[in-house]
């Protein structure tokens, strides 16, 4: 993960995660990254100071620059909720939604999963929505024999 400091074209400072640099600028490119106080599509990345790892990994041998009071002040006008805390809160809304759509429309069959999907896509048995339960071994081998699973999503709260 890369973390990048952000501003758009009204000079709005922001900071934002991305997997990668490709994928900042695929984001980019596709008007996907916004400024969380305009809105604006109009956005560029600042410069940034290197976070150097001193020797054994003890700690920053370079401290990040601190934020000034105007760029604390534009990026969080309305105190500690960010765009990307929006943008996390409405993904796991969502996540949530089809996690419960999953467990009201379908059978939840626990660890006869990995049989019962081969059954079904064999024709052994009538096809039927079903979740259950896989290892990562059992997972990948349906995958291997053309047999379509999906993880069910888990959310933090759910480990609780």
């Given at each position: 993960m890369i973390r990048y400091?952000?501003?758009?074209?009204?000079?709005?400072?922001?900071?934002?995660?991305?997997?990668?640099?490709?994928?900042?600028?695929?984001?980019?490119?596709?008007?996907?990254?916004?400024?969380?106080?305009?809105?604006?599509?109009?956005?560029?990345?600042?410069?940034?100071?290197?976070?150097i790892v001193g020797k054994k990994g003890r700690g920053p041998a370079v401290p990040p620059p601190e934020p000034t009071a105007a760029t604390t002040a534009e990026a969080a006008p309305s105190g500690p909720t960010s765009l990307l805390m929006a943008q996390e809160r409405e993904l796991r809304a969502k996540l949530k939604e089809l996690r419960d759509h999953i467990v009201k429309n379908a059978d939840n069959v626990g660890e006869r999963f990995p049989n019962e999907a081969r059954a079904m896509h064999y024709g052994d048995k009538e096809h039927r929505p079903i979740y259950g339960e896989a290892s990562p071994e059992e997972a990948k081998?349906?995958?291997?024999?053309?047999?379509?699973?999906?993880?069910?999503?888990?959310?933090?709260e759910d480990r609780n």
């Open positions: 400091a952000l501003h758009c074209d009204r000079n709005h400072a922001f900071e934002s995660w991305f997997q990668s640099s490709s994928a900042y600028d695929s984001q980019v490119k596709r008007k996907l990254v916004t400024c969380p106080i305009c809105g604006s599509a109009k956005v560029d990345k600042a410069i940034m100071a290197p976070r081998s349906l995958i291997d024999e053309g047999i379509e699973v999906s993880p069910l999503p888990t959310l933090p």
